[in-house]
């Protein structure tokens, strides 16, 4: 009965005029699942929170410009994990040491991707999907550029995403914006449970983390599931 039910649910979700009608449940989706993990995360956020306070001196919320829909700027929300004296809008992989910069708190945040959870907001408002392109630096001029050949910036970025499953930080641009393209051709319920499912056990495994990352899979797995 169980089965039957998920397959009823699904077979409703692919319902509609196509891509577009997919994105209409989606964004309905994105606010009931916002509002849930708003209320259920809340103890996590608090014990966050204190942890930031006692570690380092600044706010405990990071706040940055990043590119959107249809190149569209937002400011997007984090648990600060470096320290203030840290230089603004540099990729991570860009500065000369980022360990120098990340605190003790930060390091744990980032290595179980807690650091994101503040963007549960920016979903329930509508800057961000669950599932999408993970949003580029407004000034990442190259990503943005190559995702404009695949599409990957007509649509809300994620929380997490086709190339976050297939690579994380050790992706090089290209790569990832391809990885994104697929996403947006592909885009279907079942691809963002798939999303969520592997997003969920590469956090546990800790896959993908690299600061200072350069993209070192470059020549890996990755391209033969690209057909490269």
């Known amino acids: ?12 979700l692919g319902r509609g005029s196509g891509r577009m009608g997919y994105l209409k449940t989606k964004r309905i989706l994105d606010v009931a699942a916002s509002l849930i993990g708003l209320i259920v995360l809340l103890p996590l956020f ?3 929170t204190i942890a930031i306070k006692i570690d380092s001196k600044g706010p405990v919320l990071f706040k940055q410009k990043r590119v959107g829909k249809n190149k569209t700027h937002f400011h997007i929300l984090k648990f600060r994990t470096m320290r203030i004296d840290t230089p603004r809008d ?8 980022p360990e120098q910069y990340i605190t003790r708190v930060g390091r744990i945040l980032r290595k179980t991707s807690l ?6 907001w920016n979903i329930l ?16 001029y190259d990503l943005i550029a190559e995702r404009d050949k695949y599409g990957a910036n007509d649509i809300l970025p994620g929380l997490t995403g086709w190339a ?12 990832k914006a391809r990885l994104d393209g697929e996403y947006v051709k592909n885009m279907s319920f ?14 546990l495994k800790g896959e993908g983390v690299v600061e200072g990352g350069t993209g070192r899979i470059a020549n890996t797995k990755v391209y033969d599931k690209m057909g490269q």
Do not use: Y
Request: with cysteine.
């Open 1 to 12: 009965m169980t089965m039957g039910l998920f397959l009823d649910v699904t077979h409703i």
């Open 46 to 48: 608090l014990v966050v």
């Open 90 to 97: 540099t990729p991570t992989h860009m500065l000369a040491n």
């Open 115 to 120: 650091d994101e959870l503040p963007q549960i």
């Open 125 to 140: 408002v509508g800057d961000m999907s669950i599932i999408g392109p993970r949003p580029a630096l407004w000034n990442q």
């Open 164 to 175: 976050q499953i297939n690579g994380r930080d050790e992706l090089p641009i290209e790569v």
């Open 190 to 203: 079942m691809m963002d449970m798939n999303c969520i499912f592997k997003s969920i056990i590469s956090v």
